[in-house]
Antibody, heavy 118, light 110 residues
Framework: QMQLVQSGAEVTKPGASVKVSCKAS????????VHWVRQAPGQGLEWMGI????????SFSQKFKGRVTMTRDTSTSTIYMELSSLTSEDTAVYYC???????????WGHGTMVTVSS | QSALTQPASVSGSPGQSITISCTGT?????????VSWYQQHPVKAPKLMIY???NRPSGVSNRFSGSKSGNTASLTISGLQTEDEADYYC??????????FGTGTKVTVL
C-alpha cells in the first residue's frame, strides 16, 4: 500500500518561509490528488489546499491564497508545500494526505511539526 | 468556509453506544454525500473511519457507522471500547470545490 513520508521538523523565524515535502512510496503517485492539512497545538484539523500530482494544478483555501505554494516532482514522486510570511500562528503539524475519488483522505503522512519562533 | 459544528465532547461507558453529530450547511453536507469521519489518537495522524456518509474502509470495525439527514451527519460508535477514546473529526466536500473539517469531538470512555 502507498505510504506518504514527510520531511522532518522545522524551526523558523517570523517572516520567513518553510517548505515541507511529502514523498509517495508507490508508483501510483500521479493517480491520486494530494491535500495538505494542518493542526495547531491543541486545535482541530484545517484544510489548506490540493494538488493534482499528474498535471500540477492546485486549489487553495481562501485563508492561504497568496501565501501557499504547492508543487510536485514526478521524477521523485514528491509533493512540496511552501508557506511564506510565517507568524507564530502558523506553528502547527502539517500533514499531506491522499484523497480518493469521493474526497475521503485515506492515507496520511506522519506529519511535520513547524515551529515559528523568534 | 466555516468549520462544521461538532460537540466538544461526548462520553459513554464501555459497551454503550454514542453518537457524534456534525452540522454543516446546504453548501457542504446538505449538497454532497462526500462526508467522511476520522479518528485521531494523541500525537498520531488521523485515520479514516467512514467515507461517503456511511461506508467503512477495509479493516475498520463494524461498530462504527455513519448517517446523514439534511445538513447534519452523524457517527455512531456501538459497543464502546477503551481504545475508542480519541478525537473524532468529520469532513465534507463543499460547493466551492474545497474541503472543510468539523471542530472535533473528544470521546471519553468512562
Amino acid at each position: 500500500q502507498m505510504q506518504l513520508v514527510q520531511s522532518g521538523a522545522e524551526v523558523t523565524k517570523p517572516g520567513a518561509s518553510v517548505k515541507v515535502s511529502c514523498k509517495a512510496s508507490a508508483n501510483t503517485f500521479t493517480s491520486y490528488y494530494v491535500h495538505w492539512v494542518r493542526q495547531a497545538p491543541g486545535q482541530g484539523l484545517e484544510w489548506m489546499g490540493i494538488i493534482n500530482p499528474s498535471g500540477g494544478s492546485t486549489s487553495f483555501s481562501q485563508k492561504f491564497k497568496g501565501r501557499v505554494t504547492m508543487t510536485r516532482d514526478t521524477s521523485t514522486s514528491t509533493i512540496y508545500m511552501e508557506l511564506s510570511s510565517l507568524t507564530s500562528e502558523d506553528t502547527a503539524v502539517y500533514y499531506c494526505a491522499r484523497v480518493t475519488a469521493t474526497r475521503a483522505f485515506d492515507i496520511w503522512g506522519h506529519g511535520t511539526m513547524v515551529t515559528v519562533s523568534s | 468556509q466555516s468549520a462544521l459544528t461538532q460537540p466538544a465532547s461526548v462520553s459513554g461507558s464501555p459497551g454503550q453506544s454514542i453518537t457524534i453529530s456534525c452540522t454543516g450547511t446546504s453548501s457542504d453536507i446538505g449538497d454532497y454525500n462526500y462526508v467522511s469521519w476520522y479518528q485521531q489518537h494523541p500525537v498520531k495522524a488521523p485515520k479514516l473511519m467512514i467515507y461517503d456518509v456511511s461506508n467503512r474502509p477495509s479493516g475498520v470495525s463494524n461498530r462504527f457507522s455513519g448517517s446523514k439527514s439534511g445538513n447534519t451527519a452523524s457517527l455512531t460508535i456501538s459497543g464502546l471500547q477503551t481504545e475508542d477514546e480519541a478525537d473524532y473529526y468529520c469532513s465534507s466536500y463543499t460547493s466551492s470545490s474545497a474541503q472543510v473539517f468539523g471542530t472535533g469531538t473528544k470521546v471519553t470512555v468512562l
